[in-house]
């Protein structure tokens, strides 16, 4: 069982960075994928980044050259560095695993395959 606890969420300004935390425990060893996925109040959640078992990585394109996601295996966590963040990146951010040997592209969009979440870490932007 994989559980998942993001921090490092906050408000800042347009323009400036923010780094996501997302600290994995439990049966570590029994994900293929992880991805960062965000939701605004009303509208569906979508796919911001994924990074595969194979270290590949994908993003959604309205985060490509500003956002990276990383993992440090040795601490068990994972993270997403978003830089030059827009008003519009304002959102619930959510780490999430996959037990499938899903790919990062394939991540992007494969929300149902990934069966293990964390509550979130609110991100706004002004």
């Known amino acids: 069982h994989v559980q998942l606890v993001e921090s490092g969420g906050g408000s800042v300004q347009a323009g400036q960075s923010l780094r996501l935390s997302c600290a994995v425990s439990g049966y570590t060893n029994s994900y293929y994928c992880m991805a960062w996925f965000r939701q605004v109040p009303g509208r569906e959640r979508e796919a911001v980044a994924a990074?595969?078992?194979?270290?590949?990585?994908a993003y959604a394109d309205f985060v490509k050259g500003r956002f990276t996601i990383s993992i440090d295996k040795a601490k068990h966590t994972l993270y997403l560095q978003m830089n030059s963040l827009k008003p519009e990146d304002t959102a619930m951010y959510y780490c999430?695993?996959?037990?499938?040997?899903?790919?990062?592209?394939?991540?992007?969009?494969?929300?149902?395959?990934?069966?293990?979440w964390g509550r979130g870490t609110q991100v706004t932007v002004s």
């Open positions: 990074l595969d078992v194979d270290g590949e990585t």
């Open positions: 999430a695993a996959s037990s499938l040997r899903v790919t990062a592209i394939e991540a992007l969009d494969a929300e149902a395959d990934f069966g293990y």
